[in-house]
Structures are given as structure tokens and as C-alpha cells.
Nanobody
Framework: QVQLVESGGDLVQAGGSLRLSCAAI????????IRWDRQAPGKQRELIAT???????NYADSVKGRFTISRDDAKKTAYLQMNRLKPEDTGVYYC????????????????????WGEGTQVTVSS
């Protein structure tokens, strides 16, 4: 009844830019904190950026100054603008919402907790 769908991943040269999107699908009432994680080949998933409902943001040191997280609550979509990309930014990027309030087909309010999308692949060539 609720989906998070990432898009925008691509193959890009080092120094280039990409914008990832994370769209919440369903009868969404509101979304709390959204985060982007990435998982590089052979490595653990790491948190890279978060944004609260109030718009406060935090970034991993590895992306600070290059990546910008934002959200458009009217569109139920979050974004990750990635500039000056490096080969070490390669990986699968996942979005997460720590809490999504939505209604089911019977118009009952429900809550999805710690909800993940399927991910989108970003590959940065040197």
C-alpha cells in the first residue's frame, strides 16, 4: 500500500552531477525524516544524508559540500543532488523514511516504520 521508489541513477564521469529522486507512492498523509544511504560494492551500507520534516539536514563527511538533500512534501518526493561526483561515490543508493503515515483502502490511518526503497545504481567512472 506504500512504496518508496528511487530513480535517477546512471553512469556518469567523475566530476559530473546527478539528481536522485525518491517518490512515496500511496495515500500518503505525511512522511517524517527521510534519509539516503548508499552501498558500495563489497562494503556495508552507509548513511550519507538526512532531512527532517522541518527541513533540517545532516550529511556524512564524505559528501558534505558536494551533495544536497531536499524534499517536496506536496509531491511526496525527496531528492539528492550530487555534484562533483567521484568514483568512490559508486554504489546503490537507497532512500528510507523512518515513519510514513498513510491511509489504507478502507481509509484507515496506518503507519509504516523504517521503510526502504529498492535502490538505484550510481556508477562514477574515472
Amino acid at each position: 500500500q506504500v512504496q518508496l521508489v528511487e530513480s535517477g541513477g546512471d553512469l556518469v564521469q567523475a566530476g559530473g552531477s546527478l539528481r536522485l529522486s525518491c517518490a512515496a507512492i500511496g495515500s500518503i498523509l505525511n512522511i517524517n525524516t527521510i534519509r539516503w544511504d548508499r552501498q558500495a560494492p563489497g562494503k556495508q551500507r552507509e548513511l550519507i544524508a538526512t532531512i527532517t520534516r522541518g527541513g533540517s539536514t545532516n550529511y556524512a563527511d564524505s559528501v558534505k559540500g558536494r551533495f544536497t538533500i531536499s524534499r517536496d512534501d506536496a509531491k511526496k518526493t525527496a531528492y539528492l543532488q550530487m555534484n562533483r561526483l567521484k568514483p568512490e561515490d559508486t554504489g546503490v543508493y537507497y532512500c528510507n523514511a523512518d515513519r510514513i503515515l498513510f491511509t489504507d483502502q478502507g481509509m484507515n490511518a496506518k503507519e509504516a516504520v523504517d521503510y526502504w526503497g529498492e535502490g538505484t545504481q550510481v556508477t562514477v567512472s574515472s
